[in-house]
């Protein structure tokens, strides 16, 4: 969902573009460098650059499922058009992906699982040094599953980042090895969608062996143990009517964090299904946290 004022804000910042370029020279453009990294897995990557920056700060994007490396192209000219009106020098903005469906976990005994530590501790110094090295900050944004990819990073390996903005991420307040009776109880008390609520059982049984493994990574059980004062910032959003039912998972997970003392802004979307965000407010929020 596209907010009218989101797309009133884009226009005016189009028109203000246009007026500022046209007795100048080209308007600066994104440079795109795309490619592969092979270590346990391989993993695609796209490097998004804008020429004459001055920021030394990377946003890593995570995608959500069926997604792919080049998500960042979706919201790339609003933000930015919002980034360079409101004087703000654009970060390096870096994306990867293992493909539609990967999550970042952990040694378990699964065959798929061990990205984590792989992604942190090779993946991330290779794109780096595609750049000249980290020289700012590292800011993590992620949706649906990339959401909760973001999740296990910010708090899991959270020194490592200054902010975490995680949309309408994969929290539920029930175990994807539950009984069948738990998972229906789920379903009609949040109103989510039974194939997508299975859907997403199947994906996460395929890289978690047994409950124990998953409440090692359970975004509402990590809250519990990582969030405090101290912990990274975190822009958290999700819509009311998510049909995965995210929403009642993600409220959990703010409150925690909230009577821990941890600096979260909550921003539920009222009315909003699956991953109803507004760019903008995630705009404006990287550049007063940082």
């Given at each position: ?115 984590l ?19 700012g ?29 995680i ?12 009984p ?78 909230k009577?821990?003392?941890?600096r ?27």
């Amino acid at each position: 969902m596209r907010a009218i004022a989101n797309s009133l804000i884009l226009f005016i910042l189009v028109l203000f573009s246009a007026e500022s370029w046209a007795f100048g020279s080209r308007p600066p453009q994104v440079i795109e460098t795309c490619g592969s990294l092979t270590f346990q897995r391989t993993a695609k990557y796209c490097i998004y650059q804008m020429e004459g920056s001055k920021s030394k700060n990377i946003i890593y994007v995570l995608h959500g499922r069926g997604q792919h490396e080049r998500v960042w192209k979706e919201y790339a000219d609003q933000i930015n058009g919002f980034w360079k009106t409101m004087g703000y020098e654009i970060p390096t903005v870096i994306s990867f992906t293992y493909g539609s469906d990967w999550l970042l976990v952990e040694e378990n005994g699964s065959p798929l699982s061990g990205l984590l530590d792989e992604v942190v501790d090779r993946v991330m110094p290779a794109l780096e040094e595609k750049i000249g090295g980290l020289k700012g900050e590292r800011i993590l944004v992620g949706g649906s599953m990339g959401g909760f990819n973001t999740t296990q990073l910010a708090l899991k390996r959270g020194h490592l980042f200054s902010q975490a903005i995680i949309l309408c991420p994969a929290m539920t307040t029930f175990s994807p090895f539950d009984p069948l009776s738990i998972v229906w109880e789920y379903i009609e008390r949040t109103h989510a969608k039974p194939s997508k609520v299975f859907a997403a059982i199947e994906l996460v049984q395929k890289f978690f062996p047994d409950d124990q493994a998953w409440l090692r990574a359970s975004p509402v059980e990590l809250a519990k143990k990582y969030l405090n004062s101290s912990s990274v910032p975190i822009y958290l959003s999700c819509g009311t009517h998510d049909e995965y039912g995210f929403f009642e998972g993600t409220e959990q997970f703010y409150q925690i964090g909230k009577d821990r003392g941890a600096r979260i802004k909550w921003k539920p979307v009222p009315f909003g299904k699956h991953c109803d965000f507004s760019e903008l407010d995630i705009a404006w929020y990287m550049i007063n946290e940082i």
